[in-house]
C-alpha cells in the first residue's frame, strides 16, 4: 500500500511526506516540492500547469486535521467561508465574497460542490461524512464551461480513492472529549483480473458539548454514519466502467444557540457560558409534528447516490458519460429561539430526487491544441413540509407545504492552443435553458388567520442563458506560470419559499451575473519553496441577495431579490515552503472588498456605494516538522486560522443594538503529535483543536418581535465548538 501525502498546506500543495503504510516509512524526509496532479480542468495535469486559482488539500491531510464535515473547509482554504444558517443543515457557501443566503432548501447555491464529477444540486445534501478522499480541489471565480452546474462563486471538488489492483486496508479508531468516538476504514483490491472493489465506512459516535441551561441535559451527540461502495471493470482494454454507491445516515442532535443579548421579557439574562442552550416545545405543535414536547433538537437525515462512470477511450480522443441519481431524506427539529419560550421551533420535512447525465468527448493527447465539448440534464425533484411554531409572539403556528421541479439543459465546452513559444490562449462557451416550478403552494396557521392567505399557489421560472472564459498563460519556464483570464459565469434563479402568507414573495428572481476579471502567477523556486498569487475584479449584475419584507403578520421575513449592480475586488497569496528536510512552512492570505454600487431596498434603504456585509480578510498557515530516531518516526504538527469581521445587515434592521449581529474576528489553532515505529503497520497521533479554548460564533441572528414593544430581544447566535483532545490510532495493511 503506497499513499502519497499532500504536505499540511493551504493552496496547490505537493509535499512529499510519509504515509503510515510500513513499506513508506523508511523513506528520508524530502526536501523537495512534490508535484500535485489535479483534474480541475477534466484532464490529469500538474495543479502548477493550471492558470486557474485552485487550492488542494490531500485527504490524508484532511483526516490527520480531523475535517470528517464540508463546513471545516473554511478554516483551511483561503477566500471561502461556509456558514450553517441558524446552526441547521441548510450551510451557505461563499467563495471569494460571492455566495447567497437562503434558509430554504430550494434554490441551488453560487458555489458547485462535487464529488467524483457529480453535482449535489442542493446545498443541504452536502452535511455528510467526508471520509476516504484522495483530496480536494477548491476553484475561485466563475465555473461552467467545463462543469455540470454553473456557478458564479466557484466550485469545491471532492475526488474520492478508487479500487486498487493490489489488497490493501486501512482501519482509524479515534477517542476524544465529550466522549467522542470515531471509526473510519476501508478495504480495497482485485475480485477478478478485469474487476476490481473498494469498500470504504466511517462513523463519528457522541461529542454532547451543549447543555440546557434550565434542565442540564446534554445536547450535541454526534450519531452519523456512512459508506461507499465502489466497482471498476476493464471490460475492454479501452473501455473502463466505475460504479459508485453511496449511503449516509444522520442521527445527530441539532446544535442549539445560545442567547447572546439578555430577554429581559421573559427573564433570561445572556448566555456568559457559550455552550449553553434550550428547548421545549408546545403541546399542539409537538402532537402536530409528531415528537414529545421535551425532544432535543435533533437529526433523522439519509442520503443514498448512485453514478456510473464510463471512459472509452477511442485513440485520439475520449468518450466519458456520468449518470448519477440522488435521494435525500431530511426531518430536522431545531430550537431557533434557543429556550423553552415557543418563539421560533422549527421543523423541516424534506424529500429530494435528483438525476444527472453528462456526456462529453475530449481530445486524448496533449497537443498544441486541447479542447473538451459536453452536455448536461439534471432534473431536481424536492418535496417540502416545512412548519414553525410562532405561538409565543404571533399565537400561530405556521406550515408551508410545495413541491419544485427544476430542469437544466446544457452545452458547454473548452479549448486550449499553443499560440506561440510558451503562449496559450483558452476559450470556453456555455449556453443553458434552466426552469424551475413551484406548485400546490400553500401556508397556514393553526389556528387559521385570515392573513394567511396563500393556498394552491404556484410560481415558475423559466431562463436562457450564456457565460464563457478567454484566458491566456505565459510559460516563464517551466516552474512558472502567468494566466490572465475573462470569464462570464451564471447562478440559477429561483423562487423564496419561506414562510410565505401572500403570492408577492412567491415572485422569482433573476439568474445572477458575474464578470470575472483575473490574473495571476504560479512559481516553484529552487525546489522547495511555492508562490502562488492572483488578483481579481468582479463585475457583479443581478446579485441576489435576501432581502427583508414584513409579512402580513407584521413580522420581518427575507425575501430574495436582485440586486441591480455590485462589484468585488481581491486577491490570494499561497506559499509552501520546505526550509531544511522534515521542515515545512505554509501561509495564505485572501482578501476582498465588495460594494453595492446601486441597490435601494425597501427596508434597508439605498445602500448604493456602501460595503458589502462580508468578512474582508482570511489567513491561514500551518508548521509541520517530522523526524527519526531509534528506529520511530515522530511528526510534530500546527495549523491555525483567522477570520476577520464579519458585518451583519441586520443591524439595520434592528438598529436599537448597535453592531451586535457583526461575527468578531477570530483565530482558531490546532495542534498533533504523531508517532510510528519503521516497518510497522501502526500509527498513533495526539490532537488538540481550538487550542487556546476560543469563543466565537459562526453566525447571529433574531426572531420575532417582543409582544406589545417594537423592537426585538430575542437574539440568538451558534457557537463554535470549545477546546477539545483526542488519539488516533491508524493500522494499515
Same mark, same amino acid.
Do not use: C, M
Given at each position: 500500500m503506497k499513499r502519497v501525502l499532500i504536505g499540511a498546506s493551504?493552496?496547490? =500543495?505537493?509535499?512529499?511526506?510519509? &504515509?503510515?503504510?510500513?513499506?513508506? %516509512?523508511?523513506?528520508?524526509?524530502?526536501?523537495?516540492?512534490?508535484?500535485?496532479?489535479v483534474t480541475a480542468q477534466k484532464r490529469e495535469e500538474s495543479a502548477q500547469d493550471v492558470g486557474v486559482a485552485i487550492s488542494v488539500l490531500s485527504g490524508d491531510e484532511l483526516q490527520a486535521r480531523g475535517v470528517t464535515?464540508?463546513?471545516?473547509?473554511?478554516?483551511?482554504?483561503?477566500?471561502?467561508?461556509?456558514?450553517?444558517?441558524? *446552526?441547521?443543515?441548510?450551510?451557505?457557501?461563499?467563495?471569494?465574497?460571492i455566495g447567497f443566503q437562503d434558509y430554504g432548501p430550494n434554490n441551488s447555491s453560487a458555489v458547485g460542490v462535487y464529488v467524483d464529477e457529480v453535482s449535489y444540486g442542493f446545498p443541504v445534501q452536502t452535511q455528510g461524512l467526508l471520509f476516504d478522499l484522495d483530496r480536494v480541489e477548491v476553484l475561485r471565480g466563475p465555473q461552467g464551461t467545463l462543469y455540470g452546474k454553473n456557478t458564479t462563486g466557484g466550485a469545491i471538488n471532492f475526488q474520492t480513492r478508487k479500487p486498487t489492483k493490489e489488497f490493501e486496508g486501512d482501519v482509524s479508531i479515534g477517542y476524544s472529549s465529550y466522549d467522542t468516538k470515531t471509526i473510519q476504514g476501508f478495504l480495497s483490491g482485485p475480485i477478478s483480473e478485469s474487476l476490481r472493489g473498494r469498500f470504504s465506512y466511517a462513523t463519528e459516535q457522541g461529542g454532547a458539548w451543549q447543555h440546557n441551561r434550565e434542565t442540564g441535559e446534554k445536547? *450535541?451527540?454526534?450519531?452519523?454514519?456512512?459508506?461507499?461502495?465502489?466497482?471498476?471493470?476493464?471490460?475492454? %482494454?479501452?473501455?473502463?466502467?466505475?460504479?459508485?454507491?453511496?449511503?449516509?445516515?444522520?442521527?445527530?442532535?441539532?446544535? *442549539?444557540?445560545?442567547?447572546?443579548?439578555?430577554?429581559?421579557?421573559?427573564?433570561?439574562?445572556?448566555?456568559?457560558?457559550?455552550?449553553?442552550?434550550g428547548w421545549g416545545r408546545t403541546a399542539a405543535f409537538s402532537r402536530m409534528i409528531g415528537v414529545s414536547q421535551n425532544q432535543k433538537p435533533t437529526k433523522d437525515n439519509d442520503s443514498t447516490n448512485v453514478a456510473l462512470t464510463v471512459n472509452w477511450d477511442l485513440d485520439t480522443v475520449k468518450l466519458t458519460s456520468i449518470t448519477s441519481a440522488q435521494n435525500f431524506h431530511r426531518r430536522e427539529l431545531s430550537d431557533w429561539d434557543g429556550t423553552?419560550?415557543?418563539?421560533?421551533?422549527?421543523?423541516?420535512?424534506?424529500? &429530494?430526487?435528483?438525476?444527472?447525465?453528462?456526456?462529453?468527448?475530449?481530445?486524448?493527447?496533449?497537443? !498544441?491544441?486541447?479542447?473538451?465539448?459536453?452536455?448536461?440534464?439534471?432534473?431536481?425533484?424536492?418535496?417540502?413540509?416545512?412548519?414553525?411554531?410562532?405561538?409565543?409572539?404571533?399565537?400561530?403556528?405556521?406550515?408551508?407545504?410545495?413541491?419544485?421541479?427544476?430542469e437544466t439543459q446544457a452545452l458547454f465546452g473548452q479549448l486550449d492552443y499553443k499560440l506561440a513559444q510558451n503562449w496559450k490562449g483558452i476559450i470556453g462557451v456555455r449556453q443553458e435553458h434552466e426552469k424551475r416550478t413551484i406548485s400546490d403552494f400553500?401556508?397556514?396557521?393553526?389556528?387559521?388567520?385570515?392573513?394567511?392567505?396563500?393556498?394552491?399557489?404556484?410560481?415558475?421560472?423559466?431562463?436562457?442563458?450564456?457565460?464563457?472564459?478567454?484566458?491566456?498563460?505565459?510559460?516563464? !519556464?517551466?516552474?512558472?506560470?502567468?494566466? *490572465?483570464?475573462?470569464? %462570464?459565469?451564471?447562478?440559477?434563479?429561483?423562487?423564496? &419559499?419561506?414562510?410565505?402568507?401572500?403570492?408577492?414573495?412567491?415572485?422569482?428572481?433573476?439568474?445572477?451575473?458575474?464578470v470575472a476579471y483575473e490574473t495571476g502567477f504560479k512559481a516553484d523556486l529552487a525546489g522547495n519553496l511555492r508562490l502562488n498569487a492572483s488578483v481579481f475584479h468582479?463585475?457583479?449584475?443581478?446579485?441576489?441577495?435576501?432581502?427583508?419584507?414584513?409579512?402580513?403578520?407584521?413580522?420581518?421575513?427575507?425575501?430574495?431579490?436582485? =440586486?441591480?449592480s455590485s462589484a468585488v475586488d481581491g486577491g490570494e497569496i499561497e506559499l509552501n515552503w520546505i526550509p531544511l528536510s522534515g521542515l515545512t512552512i505554509t501561509q495564505s492570505l485572501g482578501y476582498k472588498h465588495a460594494t453595492f454600487r446601486d441597490f435601494k431596498s425597501l427596508q434597508l434603504g439605498d445602500l448604493s456605494g456602501k460595503d458589502q456585509f462580508m468578512p474582508k480578510l482570511s489567513y491561514g498557515g500551518s508548521?509541520?516538522?517530522?523526524?527519526?530516531?531509534?528506529?520511530?518516526?515522530?511528526?510534530? &504538527?500546527?495549523?491555525?486560522?483567522?477570520?476577520?469581521?464579519?458585518?451583519?445587515?441586520?443591524?439595520?434592521?434592528?438598529?436599537?443594538?448597535?453592531?451586535?449581529?457583526?461575527?468578531?474576528?477570530?483565530?482558531?489553532?490546532?495542534? %498533533?503529535?504523531e508517532v510510528s515505529q519503521v516497518g510497522a503497520p501502526w500509527q498513533v497521533s495526539f490532537w488538540v483543536r481550538n487550542l487556546f479554548n476560543e469563543k466565537y460564533d459562526l453566525t447571529r441572528n433574531f426572531f420575532g418581535n417582543r409582544p406589545g414593544g417594537t423592537s426585538d430581544d430575542l437574539n440568538v447566535a451558534l457557537a463554535g465548538q470549545p477546546r477539545t483532545v483526542g488519539a488516533v490510532l491508524n493500522y494499515a495493511f
Open positions: 493551504i493552496g496547490v =500543495i505537493g509535499v512529499s511526506s510519509v &504515509a503510515p503504510a510500513a513499506e513508506t %516509512r523508511a523513506v528520508t524526509e524530502a526536501t523537495t516540492l512534490e508535484k500535485v496532479v464535515n464540508i463546513n471545516q473547509l473554511q478554516n483551511e482554504v483561503p477566500s471561502l467561508e461556509i456558514e450553517p444558517a441558524f *446552526g441547521s443543515g441548510q450551510s451557505q457557501f461563499r467563495i471569494r465574497g445536547l *450535541g451527540a454526534k450519531d452519523i454514519s456512512a459508506f461507499r461502495g465502489q466497482l471498476e471493470l476493464d471490460a475492454t %482494454r479501452d473501455l473502463k466502467i466505475a460504479l459508485t454507491a453511496s449511503y449516509g445516515q444522520d442521527k445527530s442532535d441539532a446544535q *442549539g444557540l445560545y442567547l447572546f443579548t439578555a430577554r429581559p421579557h421573559y427573564g433570561y439574562a445572556a448566555d456568559t457560558d457559550l455552550t449553553a442552550t423553552s419560550v415557543n418563539n421560533a421551533d422549527v421543523y423541516w420535512k424534506d424529500d &429530494a430526487n435528483i438525476f444527472s447525465q453528462e456526456v462529453r468527448l475530449a481530445s486524448n493527447k496533449t497537443t !498544441d491544441l486541447n479542447w473538451v465539448v459536453g452536455a448536461y440534464y439534471s432534473s431536481e425533484k424536492l418535496n417540502e413540509d416545512w412548519y414553525t411554531d410562532f405561538t409565543r409572539d404571533y399565537g400561530v403556528i405556521t406550515r408551508t407545504k410545495y413541491k419544485q421541479d427544476g400553500s401556508t397556514t396557521t393553526t389556528p387559521v388567520q385570515a392573513w394567511a392567505n396563500v393556498a394552491g399557489a404556484s410560481s415558475s421560472l423559466s431562463t436562457d442563458g450564456t457565460s464563457g472564459k478567454l484566458g491566456i498563460e505565459y510559460q516563464l !519556464d517551466k516552474n512558472a506560470l502567468l494566466y *490572465g483570464s475573462v470569464s %462570464r459565469g451564471i447562478k440559477s434563479g429561483g423562487i423564496t &419559499a419561506h414562510n410565505t402568507f401572500n403570492t408577492y414573495a412567491l415572485t422569482p428572481f433573476e439568474p445572477e451575473t458575474l468582479y463585475d457583479y449584475h443581478n446579485q441576489q441577495f435576501q432581502d427583508i419584507t414584513q409579512s402580513p403578520s407584521g413580522a420581518l421575513i427575507g425575501k430574495i431579490v436582485n =440586486i441591480n508548521v509541520a516538522y517530522a523526524w527519526g530516531a531509534a528506529g520511530y518516526r515522530f511528526k510534530l &504538527a500546527g495549523d491555525y486560522s483567522y477570520h476577520d469581521t464579519y458585518k451583519s445587515w441586520l443591524n439595520i434592521v434592528n438598529p436599537d443594538g448597535g453592531n451586535v449581529y457583526d461575527i468578531k474576528s477570530y483565530w482558531l489553532a490546532n495542534a %498533533r503529535f
